[in-house]
């Protein structure tokens, strides 16, 4: 809501719950997760309002794709999601990569949330393709957030207040962070995804020709095509 003042211009509501600035200070691989997750240390300073109760914080992590450099060798490999050099400059553009959320407890000034951000290494996935392609240098990463505050008015009573939709942060993310990361666990290996009947027809040229390994497999179809 608006509220009109005496010269009749309109000002924005100034919002009753806390107010609320963000910041990326770090991220590093978590160790003993499940799934390859990256822990990013997302700052949250509390500079005005009343004091916060708890933060229910969702994020949404893009790859801001325009704003590195890339050589000539990184750009063959980023071809399939931006197209040829001929083409570069139009087809470069910002990539989804995922969401997180995390729990926020009550806290004075600031706090520090281990935000816990799980990745795939599934080549179905443009990001996953962008990130592998990349061998140094940093990834432009934009944050944004949004979410529920709860926090209690004057009386004492607990109030909900939404993480206001401009709040955003940005941070270069290391590509070595990346890279450690998937190295832990997938050592000097990559996920393919078949559909059923690529898979079978595979599965019986490897049995056809026993062949002892699935690298085997991949290597004689590679070494075939090469030769014709």
Known sequence: MA????S??????????????????RVEPLRFAAVPTLGFGVRIEHVGGPPVRSITLNAQIRIAATRRPYDPDTQERLMELFGGREVWGRGLRSLPWTTAVG?????DDST???LAVAC???????????????R??????ELLFSGTVFYADEKGSLQVELVPWEKEAEFRMPVGVWRKMMDHYFPNSAWLRLRRDSFDRLYAYRSRNALPSWER???ALLDEAEEN
């Open 136 to 141: 140094d240098g940093e990834v432009p990463l």
């Open 3 to 6: 509220v009109r003042s005496a």
């Open 103 to 107: 729990q926020v407890p009550a806290f």
């Open 120 to 134: 795939t290494y599934d080549f179905e996935v443009a990001a996953s393709k962008y990130l592998h392609a990349l």
């Open 112 to 114: 520090v949330l281990e």
């Open 217 to 219: 497999t991949v290597d």
């Open 8 to 25: 009749g211009s309109v000002a924005p509501r100034q919002p009753a719950g806390p107010e609320l600035e963000f910041s990326v200070e």
